[in-house]
Nanobody, 123 residues
Framework: VQLQASGGGLVQAGGSLRLSCAAS????????MGWFRQAPGKEREFVAA????????FYADSVKGRVAISRDNARNTMYLQMNSLKPEDTAVYFCAARRTYYSLSDSSKYDYWGQGTQVTVSS
């Protein structure tokens, strides 16, 4: 499956952004989807994940209550709605896909990755 992330940009602290991840090539609904982010000089970290039909969602503690992951299998697209953004949310955000349901926060378990979209939050 090929993944294309978009929707990043520059926003002031307290603002909102919605990221999108468009998938092509294989059956989108066969994959668990996740969002990760990587800030300069830091390791890639888990943000959120959503199961095949969207019935279950998982969030990192650092974003819980501020972001919402969702998917539209008819449109082969996943979303990340981010609200109350903070400067520490500044990072490149990546979408990823996998088939297996375990260790959802482990980036090494994801099989496919998008190219990343930059999110910059100014104070």
């Amino acid at each position: 499956v090929q993944l294309q992330a978009s929707g990043g940009g520059l926003v002031q602290a307290g603002g909102s952004l919605r990221l999108s991840c468009a998938a092509s090539g294989r059956t989108f609904s066969a994959y668990i989807m996740g969002w990760f982010r990587q800030a300069p000089g830091k390791e890639r970290e888990f943000v959120a994940a959503i199961t095949w039909g969207g019935g279950s969602t998982f969030y990192a503690d650092s974003v819980k209550g501020r972001v919402a992951i969702s998917r539209d299998n008819a449109r082969n697209t996943m979303y990340l709605q981010m609200n109350s953004l903070k400067p520490e949310d500044t990072a490149v955000y990546f979408c990823a896909a996998r088939r297996t349901y375990y260790s959802l926060s482990d980036s090494s378990k994801y099989d496919y990755w998008g190219q990343g979209t930059q999110v910059t939050v100014s104070s």
